[in-house]
């Protein structure tokens, strides 16, 4: 039994029904009661004026009702929009706003919630499968749109490249707003696999995470590096005692040499897979499966090569991706759709904003980003959006977040420094609780964990906060 996401049914219905589909820590759901409940869920949705191309917002935190959900909208090609409780209020509320979405389902209470009277309205856009919403400059989420056809295309590329196997088992550790939890999704539900979740309590003890995966079979680990790194201060993390576990993919940030060293050590014979792309171009582009012979230098590894039915390329230094799985656009951001978006031979292209390089044999590689998004224990997060917030401060006139890094330029850790127009030793006393007053915008991954006081920010030529000063002030300060 699987699903498909083109007659948006499920299929097979009458063959492995009794398998796991979900496995979460509140249900374990097999094949058939994911059908049943995810028709019910259809019915309530469609009852409560739910439709082709309405969004759907779904809040929880890995529950199995949140795949239920998820199922669900797809059968009623209702665009799903997750959103995991990580995420405070006033983020759901701007997500909400920007989408002038009607309904949301409440997977850790399993039930809707109207956000406003009336009937629903279709998004502008048609034929969506989800929007995702990441970190915006301007302090403002930005939904990112995908089409069918670009989860028709990740879907196929998993499938034909992937070497995942018969009936998957994956494990599922990223949070359902972060679209690289997708590839669990859409694995699952198409290959007719199985998805473990792992719920943020599990996740962070490697001792519990191991005996997940010897518990289910997990055959797919699916994560960013960080989380991999995580596990390896557990001895038991290893393919003796993990057997069932036949791939790793990676995706969301660079794969590290030394840490595919340790993997080679610990999993011998189990391939590692590094997936590169942005959410606005669904999911991943690029895929390397990784060689011994990479490993034996400490340069960083390449990204590999484009997707099937995809282009990926350098104009100016900067990656560029064109192929039907770019995104549809930011919803209700024209500004941006123009400055990021191209055509280029009839298909929707994508500037990533990441520096590439492209090898002669068409290899790719990535060497990190032209601005100011970073990667932060794999979460995605503009700056920017994390200074508009620090400003909105009481007492605050202007802030600055700034990405403290390792030699190698891996992000350790975020502080932020407050503008006080004279020197001053301590933080004015209306700011004393400001971790708990950004905790009501922003979620706690984009929290910095110092906020200091300056006299003034340093700018650069062009004006622009000058962040690598006020890192080596930082680093003067802690000297
Ligand atoms: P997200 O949209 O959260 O998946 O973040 C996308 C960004 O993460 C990319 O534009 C890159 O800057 C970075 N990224 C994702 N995967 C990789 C990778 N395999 N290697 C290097 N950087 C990556």
Redesign the pocket.
């Known amino acids: 039994m699987h699903f498909d996401l083109d007659g948006a049914c499920f299929v097979d219905t009458a063959q492995g029904g009794e398998l796991p589909a979900v496995i979460a820590r509140d249900r374990v759901l097999d094949w058939r009661t994911l059908h049943r409940e995810a028709q019910a869920w259809c019915e309530e949705a469609r009852r409560l004026g739910l439709g082709e191309d309405m969004p759907i917002v779904i809040r929880g935190h890995k529950e199995a009702a949140f795949m239920v959900a998820l199922t669900g909208a797809l059968m009623l090609r209702a665009p799903f929009v997750p959103v995991d409780t990580v995420y405070p209020q006033e983020r759901l509320n701007s997500i909400t706003g920007i989408l002038d979405a009607h309904l949301l389902y409440d997977a850790g209470a399993g039930r809707f919630e109207s956000l406003r009277g009336g009937p629903g309205r279709a998004l502008a856009e048609q034929g969506l499968c989800y929007v995702m919403f990441?970190s915006g400059t301007t302090g403002q989420p930005k939904g990112v749109q995908i089409g069918r056809e670009g989860v028709r295309g990740l879907i196929d590329w998993m499938r034909l490249d992937f070497g995942l196997g018969e009936r998957p088992v994956f494990l599922d550790q990223t949070v359902f707003s972060?679209?690289?939890s997708l590839y669990d999704v859409f694995g699952t539900l198409a290959l007719g696999g199985t998805i473990m979740m792992l719920d943020r309590q599990d996740a962070a003890s490697p001792l519990k995470v191991a005996s997940l995966i010897a518990e289910h079979g997990v055959t797919t680990w699916v994560s960013t590096p960080s989380f991999a790194q995580q596990q390896l201060i557990n001895p038991g993390f290893s393919q003796a005692a993990l057997p069932s576990l036949r791939t790793f993919v990676?995706?969301?940030?660079?794969?590290p040499v030394p840490l595919c060293r340790q993997l080679r050590k610990r999993f011998p014979e189990v391939p590692l897979l590094?997936?590169?792309?942005?959410?606005?171009a669904t999911?991943?582009t690029?895929l390397l499966v990784v060689e011994d012979a990479m490993l034996q230098a400490d340069t960083p590894?390449p990204?590999g090569h484009a997707k099937r039915g995809s282009q990926v390329y350098c104009d100016e230094g900067e990656?560029c991706i064109a192929g039907p799985h770019v995104m549809r656009g930011y919803i209700n951001r024209p500004d941006l759709n123009e400055t990021r978006m191209f055509m280029r031979e009839g298909q929707r292209g994508f500037r990533?904003?990441?520096l590439g390089s492209e090898a002669g044999d068409g290899m790719l590689f990535?060497h990190?980003?032209i601005d100011d998004?970073i990667?932060l224990h794999g979460?995605?997060l503009e700056l920017m959006e994390v200074d508009a917030a620090l400003s909105a401060l009481p007492g605050a006139r202007a802030c600055a977040a700034v990405a403290l890094r390792k030699p190698n330029g891996a992000v350790v850790r975020l502080v932020a420094f407050v503008e006080m127009g004279q020197e001053a030793a301590a933080l004015p006393p209306e700011l004393a609780d400001w971790k708990g007053l950004l905790a009501a915008r922003l979620p706690h991954y984009m929290i910095p964990s110092e906020l200091l006081p300056c006299a003034q920010l340093p700018v650069s030529v062009n004006y622009k906060t000058d962040r690598a000063r006020l890192a080596q002030l930082y680093e003067a300060l802690n000297a």
Do not use: M, W
């Open positions: 990441t972060f679209d690289v990676f995706c969301g940030e660079p794969l590094n997936t590169y792309g942005p959410t606005e999911v991943a690029t590894l990204i990656l990533t904003g990441d990535c990190g980003r998004q990667k979460y995605r």
